[in-house]
């Protein structure tokens, strides 16, 4: 069973950074360059959103447009491990982010971690 488990949360002043980690493990033979790497975020009361995404090779991304130029996802194949980069944090960013990793009809998500962006 594959297993995804995040780390690198935590409470951040605003303007700060943080960089989260997405370790995979259980992937039965496989690597995590099968997968794309999507991560997520859900804020108390409203719905989990796509914060970005990065594909198998790590050759190109997206990004929520809150986060363009702020936010960078990259990965580490070898490591099975994808990250969050997260600088000039806003308190809007405050949520719990999830990172999920895609493979044709396979999906698997993260526990979550908390990050919080507060003076």
């Known amino acids: 069973q594959v297993q995804l488990v995040e780390s690198g949360g935590g409470l951040v002043q605003p303007g700060g950074s943080l960089r989260l980690s997405c370790a995979a493990s259980?992937?039965?033979?496989?690597?995590?360059?099968?997968?794309?790497v999507g991560w997520f975020r859900q804020a108390p009361g409203k719905e989990r959103e796509l914060v970005g995404v990065?594909?198998?090779?790590?050759?190109?991304?997206i990004y929520l447009d809150p986060v363009k130029g702020r936010f960078t996802i990259s990965r580490d194949n070898a490591k099975n491990t994808a990250y969050l980069q997260m600088s000039s944090l806003k308190p809007e960013d405050t949520a719990v982010y999830y990172c999920?990793?895609?493979?044709?009809?396979?999906?698997?998500w993260g526990q979550g971690i908390q990050v919080t962006v507060s003076s």
């Open positions: 999920n990793a895609r493979h044709s009809v396979y999906e698997y």
């Open positions: 259980g992937l039965s033979g496989y690597t995590l360059d099968i997968y794309a």
């Open positions: 990065i594909t198998t090779t790590g050759s190109s991304t």
